[in-house]
């Protein structure tokens, strides 16, 4: 599975973003998506995932009720809609899958190149 992020670009607070991963590949519709961050010198960590069907979505606390994670399987692509950015927010944003229950970062399969978010203050 190759993955391409896009979408990304400089806000300011409260402003809105959705994010896209276009995934090549026959078997899309078995992985979960989900979608991690880094920014400058921290480590890379996780922001949003969906199961395979969709049915199940899960969230990093601090992004719970501001961002949502979505996906069409027809189109194979996941999408990540970001309101109400915060300065806290920036970040380059990666697209990863997974065939397994966990979201830490080890256990993802594929990942994507990362698309730059800037949310200035």
């Known amino acids: 599975v190759q993955l391409q992020a896009s979408g990304g670009g400089l806000v300011q607070a409260g402003d809105s973003l959705r994010l896209s991963c276009a995934a090549s590949g026959r078997t899309f519709s078995r992985y979960a998506m989900g979608w991690f961050r880094q920014a400058p010198g921290k480590e890379r960590e996780f922001v949003a995932g969906?199961?395979?069907?969709?049915?199940?979505?899960y969230y990093e606390d601090s992004v719970k009720g501001r961002f949502t994670i979505s996906r069409d399987n027809a189109k194979n692509t996941v999408y990540l809609q970001m309101n109400s950015l915060k300065p806290e927010d920036t970040a380059v944003y990666y697209c990863?899958?997974?065939?397994?229950?966990?979201?830490?970062?080890?256990?993802?399969?594929?990942w994507g190149k990362g698309t730059q978010v800037t949310v200035s203050s």
């Open positions: 969906i199961s395979w069907s969709g049915g199940s979505t």
């Open positions: 990863t899958s997974t065939r397994g229950s966990s979201w830490s970062r080890v256990a993802m399969d594929y």
